[in-house]
Nanobody, 125 residues
Framework: QLLLVESGGGLVQPGGSLRLSCSVSGFTSAAYAIDWFRQAPGKEREAVSCISSDGTYTNYRDPVKGRFTMSRDSAENTFYLQMNSLKPEDTAVYYC??????????????????WGKGTLVTVSS
């Protein structure tokens, strides 16, 4: 079982930056990829980005390409989402999620096995 805890959300002005963290604890014998999802008020949850188990592959959905970057600290088992050039439409609760995977060098947005409780990001002047 894995436990995922997000942090780093808050209020930021348009054009500003935030870095979200996802701390992963617990144990699973399977390799796992990490994803970020978000859910804006009144909207369905949507995928944002993912990183493969070995860290060699990342993917970003179109709304955040070129502005968001995923990274990880393997020693701390912590994953990050650096968000730059934030827009009001980025306002949402951001969730990290983990999926047990067969391929350590790929990630996707389906079949998530573990979820964090989310952290709120508000982009407003």
């Amino acid at each position: 079982q894995l436990l995922l805890v997000e942090s780093g959300g808050g209020l930021v002005q348009p054009g500003g930056s935030l870095r979200l963290s996802c701390s992963v604890s617990g144990f699973t014998s399977a390799a796992y990829a990490i994803d970020w999802f978000r859910q804006a008020p009144g909207k369905e949850r949507e995928a944002v980005s993912c990183i493969s188990s070995d860290g060699t592959y990342t993917n970003y959905r179109d709304p955040v390409k070129g502005r968001f970057t995923m990274s990880r600290d393997s020693a701390e088992n912590t994953f990050y989402l650096q968000m730059n050039s934030l827009k009001p439409e980025d306002t949402a609760v951001y969730y990290c999620a983990a999926s047990e995977v067969a391929s350590i060098s790929r990630c996707g947005y389906f079949g998530m096995d573990y979820w964090g409780k989310g952290t709120l990001v508000t982009v407003s002047s």
